[in-house]
């Protein structure tokens, strides 16, 4: 048997960023909207756990787990680590010269490990849909490129928004909010813990006060309406 379909792979978010979201239960909360009615604009928030959630047996080969975890997953977890230990009240903040690829790197494997990209890659191949589904996978995270993300995101910046109310984030199961009706202009959020997230604005849309050529950071607090 090959053993390359025993392996249990996390098909979106890794379980080192699901973790940050489980409490001392190892409980965490998640938005799953695949049976919500949009009519009545109902989104369910359900309950999983970061071993098991969005979990397939044979989803990865051992090669793409490894492409993922070389390739995106090891360096994101040690911004992880570093933004945690950061006191985001002292300025200005520094976090080296690779900071910002890291998150766009990051930021573009989950668009990639997204089962709609699958979707658009098969509609759009006459030979795709005939390879195993294990291969169709591996194929699909191996197409990130690190040029085509310095292209895709040339003119966005990464800033970050603090969570200062008593309502922590829920995490959503793709890993990325759109933030426009939030932040009022084009955005992505990605909560990394349920009280800080990475924000991705696009540049020509800035409308937030300039800091030493960097967006300043956005705090939500209670008074808040988001």
Known sequence: MNNN????????????????FEDIGHNLYYFDISNANFHFREYFIKKGHSKS???EKGYYSQFGENLLSKGSE??????VRTLKATDFDQSPLYFGS??????????GALFFRDKK????IGANSLFFNAFPKQFQHDLTVSLLDIEDIKRMFYDWTVTFLINRSRVPYVLPISGIYGG??????SAGILPITPYLAITLIKGKNVNFPIIDN???ILTIDSNSAV
Request: hydrophobic share 50%.
């Open 53 to 55: 959630l969005n979990v």
């Open 117 to 120: 990209m699958l979707e658009v």
């Open 214 to 216: 960097q967006i300043a």
């Open 74 to 79: 090891e360096p994101f977890s040690k911004i």
């Open 5 to 20: 379909k025993e392996i249990k792979s996390h098909v979106q978010m890794p379980n080192f960023l699901l973790k940050e």
């Open 180 to 185: 426009s009706k939030i932040l009022r202009c």
């Open 98 to 107: 690779d900071f910002r690829l890291d998150v766009l790197t990051f930021i």
